[in-house]
């Protein structure tokens, strides 16, 4: 299966008592960065882009807990960053584990094999690693020729370990939805669990925003990557939530899904804009403008936004709102897609809306051109200490 047994049963359970509560508004995913700082320069990223002392701020294991324990989601995403940077990063998943909770901790995997003792396998634990698409795609993508190979590498040693390993794929403009399903196949045959796919998101400070996608585009691409699938694919991933990608659904965002906590607070809205920070969950929660965000509320910022933080929770949320949402997840969780038209779609030439090359412009002079985000004078001296 996808996703073992004792996870399925702990998330439905939970999401169905918060509907049987009234809660409108609650936490699926926790999305804890312990770091920003990263052994990788990926030209989509955001995170990567602060002054020295910033990204050499960690979060303690104490103030992982505290977040933790405040949000209640039943799920820990630990992004970054690369989390396996953080010199503590064995202690946060002993207090997760200790606290039954179901992580996914996110990884390049360059350095996987390297700290893999640290940690025991564990239902509870899932490596997440970072793969976008086959050899050549993903090392353009990360910007470092044999980043592919070595990602594999530590797939394969976790793997061979008893370990739970999950992929996670950030698909762009221009990329060839065939290639990415020889890619899905290559991933069933190395042994992961289950994979993980999302279109990028355009963070303001990301040194390459010619490649992310619109909302059409996005749907075309899935659609054609999504539809005639094999059996042998499995996903970690709300089947309605792939079906929102592929265009059969439509769905508000939920941002308040997978709140975000790092070394600055809980930020608000969610994981990919920062419009502020909430010292505390509840805070965050009662104080946060939601209608203010969301391809409904206008917000330029929102305007081509499809990534999982916001619309998984979504499908979710529709999974156990309804018995038609339950009958067509479970529908949707057998079902295969077959589409004349998106087999048409996958003959046709690919080819991205701008030309770029993040391993020329990310080893010239753009990295002189990038400014830091700003973030408020006080969060940035506390996190000094």
């Known amino acids: 299966m996808a996703v073992p047994v004792s996870q399925m049963w702990t998330v439905a359970s939970y999401v169905l008592r918060q509907k049987l509560a009234g809660r409108e508004r609650y936490p699926l995913v926790l999305m804890l960065e312990p770091l920003f700082r990263c052994n990788l320069a990926c030209a989509g990223c955001g995170k990567i882009q602060y002054p020295a002392h910033i990204l050499k701020t960690d979060l303690s294991v104490e103030d992982c807990m505290k977040a933790v324990d405040e949000c209640e989601a039943p799920m820990v995403s630990i992004p970054g960053g690369e989390p396996l940077m953080h010199p503590q990063i064995d202690k946060i998943v002993e207090g997760l584990v200790a606290r039954k909770k179901y992580i996914y901790l996110c990884t390049n995997a360059l350095l996987l094999k390297e700290k893999l003792h640290l940690f025991k396998p ?129 769905y508000q965002c939920t941002p308040w899904g997978m709140p975000t906590y790092n070394i ?64 067509d997840t479970v529908k949707a969780t057998f079902a295969l897609y077959p589409d004349k038209d998106a087999l048409a779609d996958l003959d046709r030439d690919v080819r991205p809306v701008h030309s770029y090359n993040p391993l020329v412009q990310i080893n010239g002079q753009i990295e002189a051109q990038i400014e830091a985000p700003a973030a408020p004078q006080a969060q940035i001296e506390e996190s000094r200490v």
Request: charged content about 25%; some cysteine; overall charge negative.
């Open 122 to 250: 564990s239902k509870y634990l899932s490596f997440s690693v970072h793969v976008d698409g086959q050899k050549e795609h993903h090392d353009f993508s990360v910007c470092r020729e044999g980043g592919y190979e070595l990602a594999l590498d530590g797939i394969r040693e976790a793997v061979a370990a008893g370990f739970r390993v999950t992929t996670n794929t950030t698909l762009f403009d221009g990329a060839d939805p065939n290639s990415v399903r020889t890619f899905f196949d290559e991933m069933m045959e190395v042994g992961v669990e289950s994979m993980m796919v999302s279109p990028g998101y355009s963070y303001d400070k990301a040194p390459d925003q010619k490649h992310f996608m619109g909302r059409a585009r996005t749907r075309r691409l899935f659609r054609a990557m999504l539809s005639n699938r094999k059996k042998t694919w499995r996903f970690n991933q709300s089947p309605l939530f792939l079906e929102y990608l592929m265009g059969k659904r439509s």
């Open 264 to 327: 600055f607070g809980w930020q608000k809205p969610c994981y990919l804009l920062q419009d502020g920070y909430a010292e505390t969950y509840k805070e965050l929660m009662e104080t946060t403008e939601w209608a203010s965000y969301g391809t409904e509320s206008g917000n330029p910022q929102c305007a081509n936004c499809m990534v999982h933080c916001g619309y998984e929770p979504s499908s979710v949320d529709d999974t156990f709102g309804s018995l038609r949402g339950f009958v």
